[in-house]
């Protein structure tokens, strides 16, 4: 698994771009020869503000690494003078890979990075200024809302009508607007908002109390950190002297003002011009007003920065005439937009293809199907190919398929490696030793694996911490000495061990063990690893892989960066003469390798996307590393999707009520938002399109039958050729559905029996014969098997396979042994039983 890595914000160049020659002979001609005016006029474009605005495909990205080189190359702009933002981590490596490929090792220094990571950045480097730890934690969503739930019991508030969720929502929307406690104080004008201005308070007081920061912080604080110090937003506006930001339309309130403060608006007596700055968007991809993006910022860019210029693209270069028309359709629905004529020379290439099916097993196995005759036929690679669905729950069905078919694939994001129970314990241990202080981490491992510290005399420590105004670590060494009340003998004996653990471990840590060995042995000493593996639940196993596979990750962290050290301490002649007027990178700055260095990346990994998770199958360069050359289908979100192409795009579940969204019919702002998103699938898009529903759709454990899409209706007819249509005779109800979707009995809707239903139907699935290995699946499926096989187990003796469920290493297979029971069991590994 390399992804992780692929990830990593520094130092750019110096590992990945060493595969590239160095200073690669590009001159300036070369970096403008395949642009078109329109874009060669912003690459070379020089000094005032610059707005590239443009549909889906036409080269935005394009023209921002083209101008990065640009910059190197001709106008003699040093790498660490160049900050980039995008909007995922894997846009961000892709930028910095294109770059490297453009400029060699030169790239060295530059920045490109999320507004995350850049904002971690900053903010260790400054952690001094601001009075704080350099080694703050970062909490993510789940994280924060475990500090609001405590918030929300001490504050008295009623969780049902104060949820955390909801309490956390409320926050960081105020976050994301600049709004600090006392001004949503202020403003509050219904008790709600009065309630979650307080807990918006008393959450803040604790965060600062734990040395963390929630994600959202990290931008405010940032700007906080900017307008409190101009001479720090001074010093770095000198350093850098460009800043540049893709997919614009998706930033929010406090990201826009970051940039503002970043570049300057005005020369100000003392200090630099204001820095060049260039962002490129289109407000018809804009699909994160969740999150607060508002496409105001590129409505009113001319009139946030005076003077400003502003460029239009509008040739796509990635998509057929037929994929573009069906694009342009959907989106000119939405009202109140700029209407923008994209067009291509590409050619009509091939209809789009419409598939109605008759569940969502149905419609995953067309789509199987068809990836598999393409690949047949040549016409596509599984690299080339990407299926989208609404919500990351609707992998699974396509997922067991796949499995079942040996198509390798990987999925990209969905239940996150990160966000699983056994991983997040284990980094809350990391996260406590590298901060002692962290108290979201602190409770959660306090009594994981359970070592007598009950709820009770949690309570009793976290009293004693808010009666003493201090942190909950403190009021541990206080239960340690005694000084705790009501604390029962017990619970401070083990408190007691609890804390000496965790001060051996911390010795680790400050002896400078590598993090896999800090790792395993957290793991080893708490008792972790043995519990699970006496544990005779099959998930329990699953989940001691997963943390081998964060020890493995550790462990390639650690020899990634000893790796970087190597090359860039044999690469520090490249820069002799090129200084900037401070290159003081390191500043703040993690050692790499080192604990916090760790943490900080696997937070960030959690950002808006995600490294596939590690039973999605393994990846290598996109893909690519299949023995056949033919890589893996990629699976994913639209969201997760936004910036990328692929030549075979699948849309699936167009449905009214899964895409739209159910929050959003009747909700027009909703609507458009998720047109947009529509509008963003088919962009993705280049030579192949299909769109396919299923008549009925298990959601919530119920059949539910969902009308057609209304995007799928505003695509016009000709350009669809349909495969399979709505039959005419009277639509199935969903309880007919239930029969074929279950098994009765089983209780469950695996793969086989919607197969057995729906699937085995389509001709198209016919046209496999005995499944072929993917590569993918090399080691990971040991057994396949299928409601209704017969099996003979070394120790339960013959049996019957009555249901399956799960995918990859979580496959696992009901069998009824007769008199000996009925078992389930995994199916990964040396399993002592054959398939008769
Ligand atoms: N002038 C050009 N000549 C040839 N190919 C081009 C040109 N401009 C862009 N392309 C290609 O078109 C495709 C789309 O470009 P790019 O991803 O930069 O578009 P975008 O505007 O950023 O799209 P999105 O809005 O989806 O982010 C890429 O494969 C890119 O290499
Ligand atoms: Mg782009």
């Known amino acids: 698994m390399n992804t992780l890595f692929d990830l990593l914000p520094e130092p750019a160049g110096s590992g990945r771009a060493g595969a590239s020659p160095a200073g690669s002979a590009h001159d300036h001609a070369d970096l403008l020869d395949d642009l078109n005016p329109a874009q060669r006029a912003a690459v070379e474009h020089q000094g005032r503000p610059l707005l590239v605005v443009a549909g889906a495909g036409s080269g935005k990205t394009r023209v921002l690494t083209r101008r990065i080189a640009y910059l190197l190359a001709a106008r003699d702009v040093h790498p660490g003078q160049i900050m980039a933002i995008t909007f995922t981590n894997k846009a961000a490596a892709e930028m910095r890979e294109r770059v490297a490929d453009l400029v060699g090792r030169r790239a060295g220094p530059m920045w490109v990075s999320t507004f995350h990571s850049m904002c971690v950045r900053l903010l260790r480097r400054e952690a001094k200024t601001l009075e704080m730890t350099s080694n703050f934690s970062i909490y993510d969503a789940d994280d924060s809302r475990r500090l609001m739930t405590l918030v929300g019991r001490d504050l008295d508030l009623d969780p049902k009508r104060y949820s955390a969720r909801a309490l956390a929502t409320h926050v960081s929307n105020w976050k994301n607007e600049l709004i600090d406690p006392d001004a949503a104080a202020q403003a509050a004008a219904s008790d709600f908002d009065r309630k979650a201005a307080e807990a918006y308070r008393e959450y803040q007081r604790r965060l600062v109390q734990a040395g963390a920061m929630d994600f959202d912080d990290l931008i405010m604080r940032t700007v906080e950190l900017f307008q409190a110090f101009p001479d720090v937003a001074e010093h770095y506006r000198r350093r850098f002297r460009h800043v540049l ?85 959907v989106i000119a629905r939405n009202s109140g937009r700029r209407d923008k004529r994209l067009w291509t020379d590409a050619g009509d290439g091939e209809r789009i293809v419409g598939y109605v099916a008759d569940n969502e097993h149905d419609e995953a196995a067309f789509v199987a199907g068809e990836i598999d005759a393409l690949a047949d036929r040549g016409e596509a690679k599984y690299s080339d190919v990407a299926v989208f669905y609404r919500t990351n729950n609707q992998s699974r069905v396509f997922e067991e398929i796949f499995i079942r078919l040996g198509l390798p694939y990987r999925v990209v994001g969905g239940v996150r490696f990160y966000e699983r129970k056994e991983v997040r314990d284990a980094l809350a241990y990391l996260r406590v030793l590298s901060n002692p202080e962290d108290t979201v981490s602190l409770r959660r491992i306090l009594n994981v694996p359970k070592r007598g510290i009950g709820d009770r005399a949690e309570a009793v420590v976290a009293t004693h911490a808010e009666r003493e105004r201090i942190s909950f670590a403190a009021a541990l060494r206080d239960a340690v000495d005694g000084r705790v009340p009501l604390l029962n003998p017990r619970s401070q004996k083990a408190i007691t061990a609890f804390v000496e653990l965790v001060d051996g471990l911390r010795e680790l840590v400050d002896e400078g063990t590598d993090v896999a060995d800090v790792l395993e042995a957290v793991l080893d000493r708490t008792g972790y690893r043995a519990e699970l593996e006496e544990s005779r639940d099959p998930q329990d196993a699953t989940r001691l892989e997963n943390l081998d596979e ?35 990178e390191d500043v703040g700055v993690p050692e790499p390798g080192s604990l916090p260095a760790f943490l900080e990346r696997v937070s960030l990994v959690a950002d808006a996307d995600s490294i596939p998770s590690p039973d999605g199958g393994e990846d290598g360069e996109d893909g690519e590393d299949g023995d056949d050359d033919q890589g893996v289908v990629t699976l994913m979100t639209v969201h997760t999707a936004k910036g990328l192409e692929y030549p075979v795009v699948f849309c699936t579940g167009w449905e009214d009520g899964v895409f739209p969204h159910l929050r959003a019919l009747g909700e027009p702002k909703e609507l458009a938002e998720e047109r947009r998103l529509a509008y963003v699938a088919i962009t993705r898009a280049q030579r192949r399109l299909y769109v396919s529903r299923a008549l009925v759709r298990t959601a919530w454990g119920q059949p539910m039958s969902n009308p057609a899409s209304r995007f799928l209706d505003e695509i016009p007819e000709e350009l669809v050729d349909w495969r399979r249509q709505e039959p005419t005779r009277q639509a199935r109800s969903p309880r007919e559905a239930t029969t074929w979707g279950r098994r009765p009995g089983t209780g469950s809707d695996s793969a086989q029996a919607g197969l057995a239903a729906g699937g085995m139907r389509t001709t198209s699935f016919q046209g496999f014969s005995a499944p072929r290995r993917g590569d993918a699946w090399k080691n990971t499926v040991a057994l396949k098997l299928d409601v209704g096989d017969r099996v003979n187990h070394d120790k339960y003796g013959l049996g019957t396979v009555v249901a399956t469920e799960g995918a990859g290493p979580r496959a696992t297979a009901t069998i009824d042994f007769g008199s000996a029971g009925t078992v389930r069991l995994m199916l990964i590994g040396s399993v002592p039983m054959v398939k008769l």
């Open 245 to 329: 930001v893709d997919e614009y339309q998706d930033t929010n309130h406090a990201q826009y003002t970051l940039v503002r403060e970043l570049v300057g608006t005005e020369p100000t007596e003392s200090g630099p011009a204001p820095s060049e700055l260039c962002v490129v968007g289109d407000a018809d991809q804009s699909i994160y007003a969740f999150r607060g993006a508002t496409i105001r910022n590129i409505e009113e860019f001319e009139r946030d920065f005076p003077n400003a210029r502003s460029i239009l693209l509008e040739q796509n270069y990635r998509s057929t005439q037929t994929i573009l028309s069906a694009a342009n359709a």
């Open 550 to 584: 964060l020890v493995t990750v550790a462990r390639e962290f650690t020899e990634f960066a000893q790796t970087v050290q190597a090359e860039s301490a044999g690469q520090d002649g490249d820069d002799a003469g090129e200084t900037v007027d401070d290159l003081d």
